[in-house]
Nanobody
Framework: QVQLVESGGGLVQAGGSLRLSCTAS????????MGWFRRAPGKEREFVAA????????YYADSVKGRFTISRDNAKNTVYLQMNSLEPDDTAVYYC????????????????WGQGTQVTVSS
């Protein structure tokens, strides 16, 4: 069983930055690929970014490429999402998720999910 707790959300002006963190309660964090997803008001949950077990392989949604960076610290059981140049369209609840298989952008592959953290970007 993996428990995930996100933090770092909040209210920021357009053009600003936030860093989300997700800490996992698990014996071997490096056994899991990690992903970030988001759900905007009135929309389906969508993929944002993913990272493999050692941080070498990363994937990004086109909408965030060049602005967001996913990283992880296996010694701290934590994955991060650095979000720069935020836009109002980035407003959403952000979720981290753990996948016991290979890194993927496919939502249904992720076995464990956090409760989410709200990010609001004002114009």
């Amino acid at each position: 069983q993996v428990q995930l707790v996100e933090s770092g959300g909040g209210l920021v002006q357009a053009g600003g930055s936030l860093r989300l963190s997700c800490t996992a309660s698990v014996r071997t964090f490096s056994d899991y690929a990690m992903g970030w997803f988001r759900r905007a008001p009135g929309k389906e949950r969508e993929f944002v970014a993913a990272i493999n077990w050692n941080g070498v392989t990363t994937y990004y949604a086109d909408s965030v490429k060049g602005r967001f960076t996913i990283s992880r610290d296996n010694a701290k059981n934590t994955v991060y999402l650095q979000m720069n140049s935020l836009e109002p369209d980035d407003t959403a609840v952000y979720y981290c998720a753990a996948d016991g298989g290979v890194v993927t952008t496919v939502m249904r592959a992720y076995d464990y999910w956090g409760q989410g953290t709200q990010v609001t970007v004002s114009s």
